[in-house]
């Protein structure tokens, strides 16, 4: 290993190949080595070695099946052993934390949503360990062999360190080490990541993006940001991997942002935000069908699509605000898909139209005129995004390293 703690050259082909052979495996099994070794473009003796390190460690395993179009003996093929495997996938949102249990191949065993208020005596990490621990204690007799923790959350975080800048909601964040913290306490490896960079990784994996090489994803949600794949891979996936247009400045005389900006996307965007304008907006007009009702996302885009214009109006410049900066990304991008992750997809016949019209007006034709707007398949999927960071680590081969080690 090198002294930064990054794979040596010799091992990185090694990580990279076990990756590559798992994927193939979880893709295509049962699959004979013949097959994989034609697959992964690796020599027959590779697939030999490999196959018998993961067999050995009881991550994959050997079945009899036939072959399309064959009358012979059936062959022996390889497919994933994921049962016994389990790893928790953890999300904090705005005054709760969700956490799961999943095997392998991504299977939800059991999953709880707990409070986990913004105001409290004890600091958020110390509450994030105690209610791992108890959910732990719960479940133990669910637990077989536990490999990883993945933990999905907003804010702005350094996701190779673990460490969380600052948090929405959460003001006592400040530089959190929140992967570290729960690597030690734990014992085991630790992904943290932006919760729109999973969500999107998620939809490349699982959901609406999948098979396609180039997406942009916004989330308009509690908070505001997008995700970007470009040639088949998510943008800066080592990283935070969010694209942080939430903090993209639209108005410099704006609502002071939690990042210390003023008039951030976020600030007019995020659904709090809105549904405080509407609130603004609603002690001076008359006639709404939101009046004397409680204010929710839900109820927001109930009158809009019921012909309220107060809630159409408000919908439609979220629309408009987004869809100017996402007429920015389309010309660095060139997608062919955006995906749009938001309760406010309720609407989407007002929100989308809205978005669009921005896109095509402000970003170049050849990039705009056959981008297909669609909403996310995923919405608020629990621990899902978690299940992404470690489907993608053992894709890469980064976790499978580990869990061969021992």
Not at 367 to 394: C, H, Q, R
Request: a negative charge.
């Amino acid at each position: 290993m090198n002294p930064d703690g990054q794979p040596g050259h010799i091992d990185q082909i090694k990580q990279t190949n076990i990756g590559v052979v798992y994927r193939l495996i979880d893709q295509f099994g049962p699959v004979s080595r013949i097959e994989l070794s034609k697959k992964a473009q690796l020599a027959p003796a590779s697939i030999t070695k490999i196959v018998r390190e993961l067999l050995q460690a009881n991550l994959v395993q050997e079945t009899e099946f036939q072959d399309p179009g064959s009358r012979g003996r059936p062959a022996i093929g390889l497919m994933l052993d994921t049962e016994a495997w389990h790893y928790l996938s953890a999300r904090i949102s705005l005054g709760f934390i969700t956490l799961g249990l999943r095997d392998l191949s991504s299977k939800l065993v059991v999953e709880d949503v707990l409070p986990l208020p913004a105001e409290a005596e004890l600091p958020l990490l110390d509450r994030i360990l105690s209610e791992i621990d108890q959910f732990f204690i719960r479940y133990q007799n669910k637990l077989e062999r536990l490999t990883a923790i993945a933990i999905t959350l907003p804010g702005m975080i350094n996701a190779r360190a673990g460490i969380v800048h600052r948090m929405p909601f959460y003001s006592d964040v400040n530089e959190m080490p929140l992967g570290s913290t729960l690597g030690a306490h734990t014992g085991l490896p630790v992904f943290v990541q932006h919760d729109i960079g999973a969500w999107t990784m998620a939809e490349a994996l699982y959901g609406a993006s999948r098979g396609c090489k180039n997406v942009i994803q916004v989330v308009i949600d509690h908070n505001v940001g997008a995700g970007v794949i470009t040639g088949g891979r998510v943008l800066h996936a080592g990283s935070s991997s969010v694209v942080e247009i939430g903090h993209t400045q639209v108005d410099p005389y704006g609502k002071r942002c939690y990042c210390g900006n003023h008039g951030c996307l976020e600030t007019v965007a995020s659904i709090n935000n809105i549904l405080d304008l509407v609130r603004q907006r609603l002690s001076t007009a008359t006639g709404s069908r939101l009046q004397g009702i409680p204010l929710t996302v839900e109820a927001l885009c109930d009158a809009a699509n019921q012909g309220d214009q107060l809630a159409r109006d408000v919908i439609v410049s979220v629309g408009h605000s987004v869809g100017r900066i996402l007429a920015i990304m389309v010309n660095l991008f060139n997608p062919e898909k955006v995906l749009i992750g938001s309760p406010l997809n309720s609407a989407k016949e007002i929100l989308h139209p809205a978005i669009m019209s921005c896109i095509q007006q402000q970003s170049l034709p050849s990039y705009s005129e056959n981008i297909k707007l669609e909403p996310t398949e995923f919405y608020n999927k629990g621990t899902m995004p978690g299940a992404a960071l470690v489907k993608d680590a053992l894709y890469n081969g980064s976790l499978l390293i580990t869990l061969l080690q021992g």
